[in-house]
Nanobody, 124 residues
């Protein structure tokens, strides 16, 4: 089973960009669907983006389409979330998650490995 460590969060002004990284341990990273989720204060954790094992299939929540891009580098055991044109409503703790499947999953409950999260704060 992989272990996940996120990095790249921070404080940015509205309209700015950040790139989150999620480094995975273990030799089976390429067997996993990888997802990004976020949780804002007082709100439930929500799906942001997912990518299948090969990188050939991606999925996004409507609110980030055209602004965020998920990608992965299986040689580096790393998944990325490039976030452009950030908005104050993107402020949240962002979590990386893994599920051992060939599918591209959106459902939080289907993921069984989680990172510790990284804070993203977008000021207006």
């Amino acid at each position: 089973q992989v272990q996940l460590v996120e990095s790249g969060g921070g404080l940015v002004q509205a309209g700015g960009s950040l790139r989150l990284s999620c480094a995975a341990s273990g030799r089976t990273f390429s067997s996993y669907c990888m997802g990004w989720f976020r949780q804002a204060p007082g709100k439930e954790r929500e799906f942001v983006a997912a990518i299948n094992w090969s990188g050939g299939s991606t999925s996004y929540v409507d609110s980030v389409k055209g602004r965020f891009t998920i990608s992965r580098d299986n040689a580096k055991n790393t998944v990325y979330l490039q976030m452009n044109n950030l908005k104050p409503e993107d402020t949240a703790i962002y979590y990386c998650a893994a599920a051992r499947t060939v599918l591209t999953l959106r459902a939080l409950g289907r993921y069984d490995v989680w990172g510790q999260g990284t804070q993203v704060t977008v000021s207006s």
